[in-house]
């Protein structure tokens, strides 16, 4: 596993400043991202790592240090170049789903689908389409958000993030407001995209939720503390309980050995 | 208490760029109702006050001399009704103005002008040079000056300094205009009377000449609108006591003194409260037109109050139903809504209540040009309190409705989180198009709370409704034919008037169509005569249809000589439609019988007027047209060659012709002048104002909506859309609803204004006023109006920007 590095940072800092306390966050992050790979960032509550992910991610400017996408700078660019950034080549998750609340979950597909540079709006509806049918949402389809379940609106969440095919999938805890079945089909989701050649960067603090990626990394004290290689998840055995067992102890183990 | 002051407080602070932005709705709005109402209060407060202080009559009576020297003022006396009567000789000539440097000013002179003695008559007092307060010690005319109305100067131009040129039979005085003085009788350009004030003795030596010039005339009648010179007697008649007492006013004094026949027939009799409505006329208009304005800006910031409102209660549902939850009742969270917008409303009415208030004088000087009256202080502002008072009492109650409905949350609902404030059927919706992406996911928002887009579509509805009306009325008025059309009158480009019988009509028609063709040729001549005491001008003309058709409310135009075509407020007040008979006693007292035969929107006379044919009105006064009939007007293609084809006639006819003007509404050009301009400022300055609360609306409406969508819009951004997408589409919704709202808004005012228009303008006789309303000036001007409103929201909606994605990372 581990393609090209598609995404990396250089001596990423970041600090906030509330009530003229300054807060270090970020202290020097060295990090890549390779293509193909499912990247699980893991870490304490409160450490950074959503800071992080959205300071990779070009939502939020780095205090200090550089991000660069396919080796062209992103720290500092320009807002309507991150938004087409995040058109055509990033795709995102939230803890929420964060629908559009006036649109039906196929519209709010579709409708970024319409912003992908070099596709008609038939071909995006036809994508869009597609993406509700493997996501389970053709009954609820022209269902408004607050007319469906919050798996079915997550899954939405996540259908859109791909509609434009995007190099990389941002995921903040994506499962973190999900019971356990929707949290369960919503990561088969991640990893079955990712089985195809998805790149996906998830933040989780939780290690069931973790074993699904094929590299670990342990974020704490505002820098990378150290990293796993898993074998890529086998989807055919997700019902297997040994293997997740298995998986499981294997980022336990990982996790103590670094005073989780 | 303390819960509803702590809850108040925190709500005002929580909303207070809402409570800001309809402060200054309000503020707005106090401010135009206080000006308005206080203005009108002022200035005829002032006129009614400046009558009295002057001494003015609840009758004015001018009276021939000849015939009835001394007998009106006897059978004045011997009448119960009839208190102190104050007479005073004057003498009416005719007379030209010239400026400083000799050139004629001002066109015709059609009006009845008289002189007076200074000092003898009423109390005026003389007014500044720049008509902003009294000239307490005046030392009044000197031999050889004049002083005269501010009416002169609107009309006319005449300043101090100017010259007014007296014609006495061979002998012309000329008089410098040394100041001016407040009429409150004759002091406004509305009345077809006016007064100048000479040196008593100057006046003195003048008189006699006057007799010498009427005696040699032959007696030929003042009030016939002519030229002529002309001794008369003017009466200011007060009721006794006990007639007042009994509750009798000018009006039924006038009637009285008509009908124990005290005057003469030639008599010209007005009431004091004719004569007040007269000059207050335009001040009646203006004050409904700002009345109306203002009370529409109160109307959109009620709609807005309501609307702001219950999107309060909407978004403070689920805080309500906790605060219920944990024992606060629904009376406290009531009371405390309530509260903030009566604190907000309270504080803002008294704003623009100051503000009005000093506002207001800026506006006394131009209307003494309108009334001749100079107001300088105000009156206790009762009415404008009152209006206030009310209307802050019907925001209260309309915000007390809405508050009813916190009652109806319960708590368990309100943890719900207001689910179902999104409700539209996704499938009768539009579909989301990918070529139309700002505006169908503008359209998409819109179709999904409607009810945030009501009061916004209300706004645009009357905005768009009056501006579409101030439009109406200034393109009605903006050309010198369309005037014409718009107040019924006409104006004669050449005037003729043949000296001898050497040259007859046909001569003077060829040598006119040599310079330019004619498009009306006809013979005027007016006459007042009294009807229920009152004077009232008929009018006789050969070719009615110098009158445009569409000034005709009902039946046709006079064709036979005892056919009457009245105006609109004689109609009413003697309660004449078309077939009707109106008597009428001619001169000798004999009386006549006429047929109405239809209705007109004119301004002649304030609606008061009749129109016969030229033959009708010889019929009814008989010889006293004699100079009406030796004088021809014309109509010219082309107005433009009215100046060439007068020096041709002067160089072919010579002293056989004087072609001085005189039609009838020579003056009342000047005086729609300037009404046009006084409804062109005030048209502009609406169309400001109106602009200014769009903006306003926009500001209020869409704070509350980018607040309420930040988590949609920060999803939309994190989809990739550009902040300028965003504000685009933003910008959509307003431009949609304000169209909309607009386009029915403009509709209304393309079917109704006229209608609405003409029942205001008849209060001066112009009943049939027609708004000039072309369909496409009603869309642009809805187009426009959405603009401003798309705009607005576009500006207002840059903080899209500061939406910032990482909200949506629920901690
Ligand atoms: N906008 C902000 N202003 C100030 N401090 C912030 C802001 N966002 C996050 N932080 C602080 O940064 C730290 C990291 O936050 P976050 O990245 O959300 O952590 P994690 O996602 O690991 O739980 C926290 O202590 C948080 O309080
Ligand atoms: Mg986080």
Known sequence: ?260 | MEPVRTLTLAGLKRNARTFAGLAVLLVLAAFALTFTISLHADLSGRALASYEETGGGDVHALDWVEETEGEPARRLQALSEVGQVRVLRAFSAPMAFEDAEGEPLGESESVTAFFEPWGRGLEVKALSDGFDSYEADAPGPKADEVYVTPAENVLSQLEVGDSVVISLGQEERRFTVAGFFEDPQMGSPFMGTRRFLLDPQTFDELLPLAEEEMARAGGANPFAVEKSTYPFMEYEVDLSDEARAAGLDGRDLARILEEEGVWSREASVFSEETMLGQSLIVVQVISALLAVFALLLFVIALTLCVHSASVAIEEGYADHGIAKAVGVTPGMLSCALILQYALTALGALAVGFAVGLFVEPVAWPPFLMVTGVLVQASVFPAAALAILGLLFAVLVCAVALKARKIGRITPLAALRQGAGDVRFSPRGSCKISGSRLSASLAWRAVASRKRSYVGLGVCALLLCAFIALCFGIGAAVSEDEAVNRAFGIWESDVSVELVSDEVGPEEVREAIEEVAPISHEWLEGAYMLNLDGAARTFLGLSDPSVLDESSLIEGRMPRQSNEVMVGLNLARSQDLSVGDELVIADPSGQEKTLIACGVVSSVLNGGDGAFLTFEGLQRLVGDDLEDASRARQYQLEDAEKADAVRAHLEERFGDEVDTRLTGLFGSAAGMILLVRNILTAIGYAMCAFAALIAVAAVALVSQRMLSAERADLGALRACGFKVRALRVSFAWRFFGVALAGGAVGAAAAFLGGSSLVGSLFSLFGAGAFTIALPVWSAAAVTVALALVFAASAYVFSRSIRTVSIQALVTE
């Not at chain 1, 989780?204 to 890529?232: C, Q, W």
């Not at chain 1, 086998?234 to 998986?247: K, L, M, P």
């Open chain 1, 1 to 260: 596993m581990g393609g090209e590095p598609i995404l990396s940072a250089a001596r990423l800092a970041k600090s906030y400043v509330t009530d003229g306390v300054q807060t270090h966050v970020l202290l020097g992050v060295d990090l890549e991202i390779r293509e193909g790979d499912f990247t699980v960032l893991m870490g304490p509550s409160g450490s950074g790592k959503s800071t992080l992910l959205y300071c990779l991610s070009g939502m939020d400017a780095p205090t200090a240090g550089e991000v660069r996408f396919r080796g062209k700078l992103i720290s500092g660019a320009k807002e309507n170049e991150l938004a087409e950034l995040r058109a055509q080549s990033f795709g995102f998750v939230f803890q929420a789903a964060h629908l559009v609340s006036d649109l039906t979950l196929f519209e709010n597909v579709v409708v970024p689908g319409y912003l992908k540079r070099g596709r008609s709006a038939h071909e995006a509806r036809g994508v869009a389409e597609g993406l509700i049918s493997r996501m389970g949402l053709e009954e609820v389809a022209a269902h408004l958000p607050n007319q469906s379940s919050g798996g079915q609106q997550q899954r939405c969440a996540v259908a859109r993030a791909v509609v434009n095919r995007p190099d990389i999938v941002f995921a903040d805890e994506p499962t973190g407001a999900l019971n356990q079945a929707n949290s369960r089909e919503v990561l088969g989701l991640l990893g079955g995209l990712n089985a195809e050649g998805q790149t996906v960067l998830m933040v989780t603090h939780d290690v069931k939720s973790a074993i699904r990626g094929n590299r670990l990394l342990y974020f704490e004290d505002g820098a990378i503390r150290g990293e796993m290689a898993l074998p890529a998840w086998d989807a055919a055995r997700a019902e297997d309980a040994a293997y997740v067992r298995d998986r499981e102890a294997q980022a336990t183990a990982w996790l103590s050995s670094l005073a989780w």
